[in-house]
């Protein structure tokens, strides 16, 4: 759709290098700084889907800015400015390869293993006779290690990451604490929204000067998965499924279109009217978790903007 950005070949003022992910284009410049453009992009079963969600980078960007400013007294973080609605610039990192996914429901992935007969996650047991979207006594840490482009995450266990060195325990122990706190004031946030957190994942780096800072995203739709509070427990009494704010929605039609990125499978055609519904079911999602109205940018031509918005900001920098 020609009101979407799907890929980006910008550059930049002190422009080094550009890397493509598979939702953001991450671009090195000058000065330790990097420059992420959150695009339209629609990942799923780490498969970059055909066509763009119109407003998703906006969203993601919007979301995951300000979810930082409100946890950054728990949590340091690398963002220094979002000069435009589908960008923001902070500190260079040297990004931890794991993911730290913590869970405060059986629910998703973990859902799906359960259902499998597995009763260990990442090294974490799962009591017996829990149903699905059932809260966990406690959240529970299941980390993935981080997937190259086209590559699925993997899960790991703690004692897999320290064994074979991917992570130091001395910083491991850091990123632990940092999600239990990050997971913790999210499902603050989210309640007085009438929202459970359901599960989320967290992304860490270390700055130059050594320091364990949060990076990439936080609490978006695209990392987490929310649950309307209002009627929870009276749907997994009754046995039904639970209302949800997250992009497991994506994930379960492209199921039961026969699609879960595994080899040999083709990704179903998304219609235009299918993208419209997945592009209302975002701006949803940020109206309950910021409790603000979303407010489109212009898009008649997002490169345009972007480029014109990246050099006024720098511009003042000078």
Known sequence: MSTTIIKTDFNFPGQKSVYHGKVRSVYTLANNQLLMVATDRLSAFDVVMP?????????LNQIATKMMQDTQDLVPNWLTATPDPNVAIGEACDPFKVEMVIRGYMAGHAAREYKAGKRMLCGVEMPQGMKENDAFASPIITPATKAEMGDHDQDISREDILARGIVSQEDYLVLEDYTRK?????????????????????????TKEGEIVLI???????????FYAEGYQQRQDAGEPQKQLSKEFVRQWLIENNFQGLEGQTVPFMS???IQTVSERYIELYENITGEPFIKAEVSSIETRIKDNVAAYFNTKS
Request: glycine share 10%; no cysteine; charged share 35%.
């Open 182 to 206: 990050l997971f913790k004031r999210g499902s603050e946030i989210a309640a007085k929204r009438g929202l459970i957190l359901v599960d989320t994942k967290y992304e860490f780096g270390k």
């Open 51 to 59: 066509k763009g969600i119109p407003f998703k980078g906006q969203i």
């Open 216 to 226: 990439d995203e936080i609490h978006t739709p695209d990392s987490s998965r929310y």
């Open 272 to 274: 235009d009217a299918y």
